[in-house]
Every structure is written in C-alpha cells, then in structure tokens.
C-alpha cells in the first residue's frame, strides 16, 4: 500500500490528478521531502486564497461555529446580486456577535445611484431578510475603492475580538480576504505558512497585530444562483465586469422582454409605462409580443435568443413563471442576472427563470 502524504501546511491528503480539489500538488513536488499543494503554495508566495469545494453539510460545520466564539462577523455580499448572495438564516447562526454588512462590487453600480443611499437601502434590506448589521460598507475589492473606510470599521468594530469573513460563492471574498492581507502586511512582506496555524481546508487564519486572528471561511453555495444552472462561457456574459448601464424600455401591456435566453420578464397589465432594465451589458435584450413570446423562445432560444448559445442550450432548464401584483415602486430581481424595476404600482408582470433559480420583488434599490 502506499504510503499516504499530506500538505504540511493544511493537512490535505496529496494527490496529483485534479487542479480544483483539496490537496492537489504537481507531481515533480512529490520529491520534496516538505510537500506543499498548491493551494497552500500560491497562499504562501503570492499571498493568494484560494476557495476549496465543499458539502452543505460542511458549510452547516462552519457556520455552527460562528456563535460559538466572540468575533466580529464581516459579512460579504455581492451588491450587484444582492438577493441572490445572501445567506438565509445567517442571523441564527451569529448568536451575539456584531455583523458588519460589506455590499462588494460597488463600482459595477452605476456611479448615479448615491452610496449613501445604497448604505441605507443595504441596511433596511438585510433587516428585512432577519439581520440587523452593526454597519454596511460598500466597497469594491477588485478596484481597492472603501478599503480604508472598511479596514477603519472592522479595527473599530472588532474591539480586540477575531473577525471572522463569511459570505456566499461569487461575492469576490477571497479577492476581498486578499486585499485586506496585502494592505495589512504591506505588499513586500511574505507571509509564510508556519505563520498560518489554522491554515486547514475549512478555515484559513491570518495573523493581527494583537495575538487575534482573522478568519476567512470557504465561500457557501446558494444553489438558487443563475451561476448553478450555466456554463461558463455563458456565466462570464453574464457576471458584469465594468459598470452597467441601466436600458429603460417603454412597454405597452402584453409585450414581453428577453434576458437572452436565461429568462423571460411579461408586462401583463398597468397601461403604457417605463421599466428600467439593470444586467451585463453584454446580455441581449429582445422585445416582442406576448403573444409571440412562447413561439420565439421554443425557434429562437440559443438563436437569436442568447446567451447561451446553441451548444449550450439544450442543458438549461426550463424557464417557469412567477407573477407580481406591483403595489409600489420596485426591482423584480433574477439571482445573479440583474433586476428590472417597475417604476410605479398598479403592474401586473409574470417573470420567467431557469427551473430552480429564484425570482424575487424588492423595495428598489434606486
């Protein structure tokens, strides 16, 4: 039998077949007489985190040890997907602890919408979902925007206590975790890996100045995200990269709009209004007839309709309707695509996604 060999740095059993599992290492590495894998490798060098796949069930392990400790809880949401990166039920697994609420990819926003009122519109969000934050951050880890604000409240907030960083896949955590390591350590220090003792798959634990820790936990799956039911060619379309610009359609009732062919918005009834669209700029918007909408769907998804293309096509599930009594002002929200809003009460709208991925009505976020 051969001998098992485990990373010195997480504990992971090594093996050499697949890149995205725990535990991976080149095979000209297993030579060494210290092996490291590559995950604990790109931490150690490159001050990089990586995310690692695990089960619910794990996740379930985590979260269940946040209450447990006195911490600070940095709860990380992509502002983009607001809805669909939050963690239902987070509120019951925190106990005590300060939540500090940080809405990331704040420059895909466009820089109309006022970050104040975003702060505030975060804030009365997350109480209706059950959380009551501390205090709501915006920044943009990609772009560096807010981090002295951000790293100013965690010092101030976490009095002395260990932070920990939690949030769902896709919200840009470890580019955040990143950030915050390169500006804590300055960009020519090294952190070495004997200097991470709880570098283990489920958690990795970085150093501050006063003997606590921070620590960054793998990112949970929501599998409600669009993200969960596409490829990846058709998920980078989708994913914004730059800040979106925001389509308004006037819409008479019975015309229907197209998200390429990912989901389906029906107008019903309201008389001739104004819907403001807010996805990538690189997802094609059609408009038609409702009457026309089930005809050119079923000749033209994967066509004219896209993305996804037609190779891709046929593993998408299929689109199922929810319907909306529109009382007041407010954003018809598709998990990890983007919202419309429906600028004033009295419509009537049907919203159609891939089977599985949720579609929600919320206060506007404009």
Not at 86 to 93: I, S
Request: charged content about 25%; glycine content about 8%.
């Amino acid at each position: 039998m051969t001998e098992e060999l485990r990373c010195i740095g997480c504990g992971a059993v090594i093996q050499t077949t697949d890149k995205n599992q725990p535990g991976y290492a080149p095979e000209s590495s297993l030579e060494k007489e210290d092996i490291i894998c590559q995950r604990c490798f790109r931490l150690k060098h490159y001050n990089e985190i990586q995310d690692v796949p695990l089960t619910d069930d794990d996740f379930l392990k985590i979260l269940n040890q946040l209450g447990t400790k006195e911490a600070l809880i940095v709860y990380v949401v992509d502002i983009f997907d607001f809805d669909g990166s939050w963690l239902p039920g987070l509120h019951r697994f925190v106990g005590n602890n300060p939540v500090l609420l940080v809405g990331n990819k704040a420059d895909l926003l466009p820089k109309s919408l006022k970050r104040e009122r975003l702060t505030q519109w975060m804030r009365g969000r997350a109480r209706e979902l059950g959380l009551a934050p501390t205090d709501c951050v915006l920044v943009s880890a990609e772009k560096g925007q807010a981090f002295d604000v951000l790293l100013e409240k965690i010092e101030e907030e976490r009095a002395g206590r260990d932070v920990f960083v939690v949030g769902c896949t896709n919200v840009g955590k470890s580019t955040l975790i990143n950030r915050i390591i390169k500006v804590a350590t300055g960009e020519n220090d090294v952190i070495t890996t004997s200097q991470f003792p709880g570098t283990t798959l489920d958690k990795i634990e970085i150093p501050l100045s006063d003997g606590s820790v921070l620590v960054d936990t793998p990112g949970i799956i929501n599998h409600h995200q669009i993200a969960h039911v596409i490829d990846t060619k058709t998920l980078k379309l989708v994913s914004p990269k730059k800040e979106i610009k925001p389509v308004t359609y006037q819409l008479n009732e019975e015309q229907t709009l197209f998200l390429g062919a990912l989901a389906r918005f029906d107008y019903t009834s309201g008389g001739r209004r104004a819907f403001v669209v807010y996805t990538s700029n690189n997802l094609m918007i059609h408009r038609t007839k409702l009457e026309k909408a089930d005809n050119l769907y079923e000749t033209q998804a994967g066509k004219l309709l896209q993305p996804p293309g037609e190779e891709d096509i046929e593993t998408l599930p299929k689109l199922v309707p929810y319907t909306f009594s529109v009382k007041e002002k407010a954003d018809i929200v598709f998990s990890g695509l983007g919202w419309i809003t429906v600028l004033e009460g009295g419509a009537k709208v049907t919203a159609w996604v891939p089977e599985g991925v949720s579609v929600s009505i919320r206060r506007s976020i404009v």
